[in-house]
């Protein structure tokens, strides 16, 4: 399985962007899809997941209310529109994919087991 994350950019606090993971040779029918974001000198933290299964989601309580996720199918994409963006916001965002449904460690980074490169996201103030 091969991750594409794009989307990134500078963007003025308040504003919006929209990050996209494509994703290659994946072969199971459920599967789960992380978003996680770090900063220098910090862990990676967990921002956002899908799982491809229903429309189960969830989000970091920091991006709540701001942050959604959508799913295009066709494309093998899954999409973070980012609203309201803050300073703090800033920071490299990385997609991650597990071939299993990881309700009760979606957070956590080990259960993942492909990873995209990572897109910049900065927020000025």
């Known amino acids: 399985v091969q991750l594409q994350a794009s989307g990134g950019g500078l963007v003025q606090s308040g504003g919006s962007l929209r990050l996209s993971c494509a994703a290659s040779?994946?072969?199971?029918?459920?599967?789960?899809t992380g978003w996680f974001r770090q900063v220098p000198g910090k862990e990676r933290e967990f921002v956002a997941v899908d799982f491809r299964s229903g429309s189960s989601t969830d989000f970091a309580d920091s991006v709540k209310g701001r942050f959604t996720l959508s799913r295009d199918k066709a494309k093998s994409t899954v999409y973070l529109q980012m609203n309201s963006l803050k300073p703090e916001d800033t920071a490299v965002y990385y997609c991650a994919y597990s071939e299993r449904l990881i309700y009760s460690s979606r957070a956590r980074e080990s259960s993942y087991h492909y990873w995209g490169q990572g897109t910049q996201v900065t927020v000025s103030s």
């Open positions: 040779g994946r072969s199971s029918r459920t599967y789960t």
